[in-house]
């Protein structure tokens, strides 16, 4: 589909059509092979085209037998000296070996299942390539090489003499097929891969229509790179044409709600708190209170590393709401959260006179009553907000007069479930707050439709986090220095990556289990529990009694990961540290340092392998969320990080989130750069998704 829309924007829609075609339009393609290719999901000549070769074979040389070494992958040219089935253990086993002959020596390569067709295709005089390992030297001897049949014809051309493509398989479609189909394809077709006349920064790149045949036939090895870069931008094109496209649309049709505010209750609200906002804080305020009176509704992204005080902002963009007449709808991840934002937002506002309502999906325990379904029209109720779970997107919830819609921890949601909630409004203001510092790579890509604000600094006067990594033997100690610093007055978290302990992973510890040794450990201290399998209730009832301090140690698994908020806790033991992505455990560690007091992340793993102890000591080393959402990125991909949001990407071929950072601003560039028209065209696929009507 990508490479369709694209070719719109410069031709007649139909001037493509034969690349969208079926696969039997390519010579040598019939109803059985088109099956076959279907299996590789390839369904239109456009597939087979943009179909990536997995590896590529210098058969400009190959490598003489003689000259073979151990363990190392090599292409040689032989034939056949002999083939046959050998059986052992008693005819149980049958293995079917062959030779191979290159007059510099003989090659023997084996297969230890023998399969029923090997015979009549291994057939001595035969020509061969053979691209395996030798894993032994006398006999050299390869087991389960890939081979191919260099079958008399006149389509050597394709095979030999140069860099060939080696494209994934499926059975009964072999590789030197597949390359001649490829191979039909481009000499039929290649005229039809239109170049989007997008921007003259791309006469720096070879046209499509090469990049796609370099990427199969490269005439030097680095040719790949570059006909794949080629490939890769017009796919991030495509992307963020789609993003602007869907934003530029979105305008067209929405006007803002007029919720700049009076600061009637602001004033009083900033001149209640025990603290002055930050330069950071205030500023995002100032581009906040711009989107909230501006001519169309905010579409914003407030991204600030865990601890930096977004909750406060929040506040206060729902209190421009609010004076300004208007409901307020916040939602967050999880049940936990909820609450305390709950609270925090009852505990701010109810002063002022605002009505601040929970909605869970189990409990919406306190205080359910949303605003009243009939207002009498003569008595107009006071502006509310309403903080909750995904129980918010339900139909049963009726959000009316919506002003302004708050995301906390926007990475836990999808798109779609942002703009379901933003539907229950008639365009309401967003604002969308993640502590996940989201690499700009990714940002550009996922959150192209958002306007960005960054809070770069925590509140001054905080204390600063220690982190230290350890290895299991020193558990003891450990937990003698968290009661060291609970006899001090302070609170600990201890996380464990499971739940339940599993037959599977047992080296891994889980929460139910240790807890009781916890318990005894912390003892005359109080450790309480803390899972996702536990009530509301019980959830709710914890949280309360470490809030309080009631109990010192609280013993989670990485359920208190976001926003979790108990400045009096100074101490986070994570157990199985390995487990944890690195992004994830520095949202863990964000859950102390958020008081005065210094604060210490201890790390501990059983497994410090070199590997995992570099990972964690990255943790060690830096508080910069960033450069570790950028070392996650790059040892894990990208769906850690995403979590849901991943659903929403289009599958890109070419194109590597994790490392295409340039390509990715180009693509941005370029589109920025383009006519709105031609924008429109290309993105007419996805045409009404954000609207609140689709
Ligand atoms: P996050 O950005 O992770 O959501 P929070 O909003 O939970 O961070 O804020 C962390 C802590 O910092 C809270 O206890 C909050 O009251 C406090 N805080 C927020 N802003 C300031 C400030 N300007 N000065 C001092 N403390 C602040
Ligand atoms: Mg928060």
Redesign the pocket.
Known sequence: MAICILQEMSHPPNFGAALSGPPTLIHGVGEERAALLGRLKITTVQDLLLHPPRRYEDRRHFLSICDLRLEEPATVRGRIQAAGIKSFKRGSRRMFEMVLDDGSGRLHCRWWQAQSWMETWYVPGREFLVFGRLNRLKPRTMDHPETEWCEPGDDEFIHANRIVPIHPLTEGLSSRVLRTLVWNALEQFEKDVAEPTIHPDLKLYPSRANAIRMIHFPNEPADVEVARQRLALDEFVKLQSQIQGRRRRFQEQARGLPCAGNNQLMRPFLSGLP????SS?TRVLREIRTDMGGPYPMRRLLQ?D???????VAACAALMALESGFNVAIMAPTEILAVQHYHQFSQWLKPLGMEVSLQTGSASGKNVESPPAHPPQSAPIPPSVTVGTHALLTARIELRNLGLVIIDEQHKFGVAQRESLVRKGHFPHLLVMT?TPIPRTLGLTLYGDLDLSVMERG???RGNIKTHVRGSDKLARVFEFVRGRMTEGRQAYIIYPRVQASEEDGDVKAVTREFQKIQEAMAPFKAGLLHGSLTTREKEEVMAAFRENRVQALVATSLVEV?V?V?NATVMVVENAEQFGLAQLHQLR?RVG?GSHESHCILISNSLSDSAKARLDILAKTTDGFQIAEEDLKMRGPGELLGQQQSGLPELIFGNLATDMNLIHQARNLVMQEKPESIRVLDNSKAGQVSGKA
């Open positions: 603290f002055s906002l930050t804080q600030g865990v601890g930096c005080g977004k909750t406060v502590a509140p001054g006067g926003g908020d400045p964000g958020r």
